[in-house]
């Protein structure tokens, strides 16, 4: 990731606000900090001063015209967001008021969150209660589906006397997110990850034990059904990983899937579902109705609030984005990036 040559900041433009900027002719990786005028804002009911956002593995896909993630550029990328409502025609967002965004078109389909000003509909915006826009860019659409999986593994009746619930991807944003929570209820939790620096952090998060990652010998067949050891798993990775805990799920158990790193292709048979009555639910965090977007993040501001994310999360400036960009690429990153945006540039 570079930045290739920059307008001067505009320090008192009031028809302008600072953005970061990725542009397909400039090539992937490359991004411009600029001035963008107000009038180009996208439509929307609600004007956002942003405070802060936070840097996920689709914004650094953004940067890359291959990836297809983006649906055209130049784009302003950031998929979260949080502020303060700088304008509102919307009654239930009135000015003043501290929110966040995330999903929808944010940071793919429409300007995101790496700008001092967002615009969006308000049916995409969440009010703040008791959580700071600090706070909520460090859970942010990591912490939301890792929020949705634990929700979906509750909604299925799985109880912490059930048995031990498996995490893959576990140094992840969504994974720590949710050894995090599944712990803080009571659950025995099993933190997979492939890498071995980050298991006292896992285990500090409230994970119970850490072992590798679950794939077995690529070169051998994975078998049908496994011995049952999983009451329930939250699967980051997909692909073999995904393959691999499926046949060793317990009786009725469930598996909340909401990721692809380790491939998109699923190599599995019907038993596990038909012999176990095995559940596997898929985790969306774009096109969540906002009532039911709403009702997951009541729950992250009470019970489900990850109590020991700050020992998994950092702060950068915009203007450092490049490298925990890089580090997300390469696979090295650790935990939740928060990204100050208000003077970061």
């Not at 001035?35 to 953004?62: F, H, Q, R, W």
């Not at 077995?216 to 990983?241: F, M, N």
């Not at 012999?275 to 009541?298: A, H, N």
């Not at 019970?303 to 700050?310: A, G, N, Q, Y």
Request: hydrophobic share 40%; with cysteine.
């Amino acid at each position: 990731m570079s930045t290739a040559d920059s307008a001067p900041h505009a320090t008192e433009h009031s028809g302008t606000y600072r953005a970061l900027v990725a542009d397909s002719k400039a090539g992937a990786g490359i991004y411009t900090f600029t001035d963008l005028p107000i009038a180009g804002l996208p439509d929307g009911d609600v004007t956002i001063e942003v405070d802060c956002s936070s840097a996920n593995y689709k914004d650094m896909l953004a940067f890359d015209p291959g990836s297809k993630v983006v649906r055209q550029y130049p784009l302003v990328p950031g998929i979260d967001l949080a502020g303060t409502v700088r304008e509102s025609s919307a009654a239930e967002v009135p000015v003043g008021t501290p929110v966040l965004a995330h999903g929808y078109r944010i940071g793919t389909g429409q300007d995101g969150g790496f700008a001092e000003l967002a615009r969006v509909p308000a049916e995409w915006v969440i009010p703040l209660n008791s959580l700071s826009p600090q706070q909520a860019m460090a859970i942010g659409t990591a912490g939301f589906t890792a929020a949705m999986s634990v929700m979906t593994i509750e909604e299925a009746g799985i109880r912490p006397q059930d048995g031990p619930v498996l995490v893959t991807g576990a140094s992840g944003g969504v994974g720590i997110c949710a050894v995090d929570m599944l712990s803080r209820l009571g659950f025995e939790v099993v933190a997979s990850t492939g890498k071995d620096s980050t298991a006292d952090l896992l285990r500090s998060m409230g994970a119970t034990e850490v072992v590798g990652r679950v794939t077995g010998d690529p070169d051998e067949r994975i078998r049908p059904l496994g011995k049952s050891t999983w009451s329930a798993a939250v699967d980051t990775v997909g692909g073999r990983t995904l393959a691999t805990v499926l046949p060793t799920m317990a009786y009725g158990g469930v598996v909340a899937a909401s990721g692809n790193a380790g491939g998109v292709d699923l190599s599995t048979t019907v038993l596990p579902f038909i012999l176990r009555g095995v559940r596997l639910q898929g985790i969306d965090s774009v096109m969540m109705p906002i009532e039911r977007r709403r009702e997951v993040w009541k729950r992250i501001e009470t019970d489900l609030m990850p109590s020991r994310l700050d020992q998994a999360t950092h702060t950068i400036e915009i203007k450092d984005i490049a490298t925990v960009l890089e580090a997300i690429s390469a696979g090295t990153h650790i935990g939740r990036a928060v990204v100050k945006v208000k003077d970061g540039f």
